[in-house]
T-cell receptor, first 113, second 116 residues
Framework: DTGVSQDPRHKITKRGQNVTFRCDPI?????LYWYRQTLGQGPEFLTYFQNEAQLEKSRLLSDRFSAERPKGSFSTLEIQRTEQGDSAMYLC???????????FGPGTRLTVT | AQTVTQSQPEMSVQEAETVTLSCTYD???????LFWYKQPPSRQMILVIR??????QNATENRFSVNFQKAAKSFSLKISDSQLGDTAMYFC?????????????FGKGTKLSVIP
């Protein structure tokens, strides 16, 4: 068990570009979550998958954001036409079906210039 | 909607002393879970302790313990024998399990500094 991993750890992009982040959950966990954390704030929920099904989406997840978990294993989060307000830490977490505690990855820090 | 409030943006404690971080929450749900997470500088979020709302007994994990007051909707974290490695942001978080939701709602955090 190597924990939740995320790639890349840092991403700098220009406004208007598309970016994609990857999350690999703990292998036996069937639930996967995406959160966004801005400086000085707690993480805010974006979306959640159970296996390959996307079951919850926050109103924060605008049309420019899309997340997938095609085979119920890793997940990707894509942001299209990035804006400066998208600059944040994007956190991924996973949990098992039996327990509510979520385990977080190291995050991807996005900077939009 | 659930809300979590951490009223202490920053705190400090002397090494080996005890410190208590405050958290209050608001919910209409009767079934829920509460958590404290630790986020060291430039490092990932770590689960410190959890409490199920239906359990009256306060959770304890080594030097970390909680004071869960369900009627007051209060969930404070006590750190005993503070160590330099406890320096971090601490977030209180909530899941309304009774509502079938799995999203964590976080407070804004308390920055704890342990002073040698």
């Amino acid at each position: 068990d190597t924990g939740v991993s995320q790639d890349p750890r840092h991403k700098i992009t220009k406004r208007g570009q598309n970016v994609t982040f990857r999350c690999d959950p703990i292998s036996e966990h069937n639930r996967l979550y995406w959160y966004r954390q801005t400086l000085g704030q707690g993480p805010e929920f974006l979306t959640y998958f159970q296996n390959e099904a996307q079951l919850e989406k926050s109103r924060l997840l605008s049309d420019r954001f899309s997340a997938e978990r095609p085979k119920g294993s890793f997940s990707t989060l894509e942001i299209q036409r990035t804006e400066q307000g998208d600059s944040a830490m994007y956190l991924c977490a996973s949990s098992s079906a039996k327990l509510y505690e979520q385990y977080f990855g190291p995050g991807t820090r996005l900077t939009v210039t | 909607a659930q809300t979590v409030t951490q009223s202490q943006p920053e705190m400090s404690v002397q090494e080996a002393e005890t410190v208590t971080l405050s958290c209050t929450y608001d919910t209409s749900e009767s079934n829920y879970y509460l958590f404290w997470y630790k986020q060291p500088p430039s490092r990932q979020m770590i689960l410190v302790i959890r409490q199920e709302a239906y359990k009256q007994q306060n959770a304890t994990e080594n030097r970390f313990s909680v004071n869960f007051q369900k009627a007051a909707k209060s969930f404070s974290l006590k750190i005993s024998d503070s160590q330099l490695g406890d320096t971090a942001m601490y977030f209180c978080a909530f899941i309304a399990s009774g509502a079938g939701s799995y999203q964590l709602t976080f407070g804004k955090g308390t920055k704890l500094s342990v002073i040698p």
